[in-house]
């Protein structure tokens, strides 16, 4: 049975830090690439960050240096270490597991990330 369980979410001032984790099990981790995304209230659910299979990263542009996406194979789990947050980046973070060879595409639930003085 496949399975994303993020966990790290929280309330947090503007300017501080928090740090997702996706804990994956069910499928070969190895061979997925590893996304996050998140939603905000009636806002379109945007992608954030990307680690592929080779460990090559993407950003979308507003967390690129305030946000790192990194994976531990060993472990099956991917991070998401988010620092300077602000107001703009309050949502549901959600992990995304996917193989576009083998067309395989599996979600968590999500957490809740909210930046708030």
């Known amino acids: 049975q496949v399975q994303l369980v993020e966990s790290g979410g929280g309330l947090v001032q503007p300017g501080g830090s928090l740090r997702l984790s996706c804990a994956a099990s069910g499928f070969t981790f190895r061979w997925y690439d590893m996304k996050w995304y998140r939603q905000a209230p009636e806002k379109q659910r945007e992608l954030v960050a990307t680690?592929?299979?080779?460990?090559?990263?993407y950003y979308t542009e507003s967390v690129k240096g305030r946000f790192t996406i990194s994976r531990d194979n060993d472990r099956n789990t991917v991070f998401l270490q988010m620092n300077r947050l602000t107001l703009e980046d309050t949502a549901v973070y959600l992990c995304?597991?996917?193989?576009?060879?083998?067309?395989?595409?599996?979600w968590g639930q999500g957490t809740q990330v909210t930046v708030s003085s």
């Open positions: 995304n597991a996917r193989r576009v060879v083998t067309s395989s595409d599996f």
């Open positions: 680690v592929t299979s080779a460990g090559a990263t």
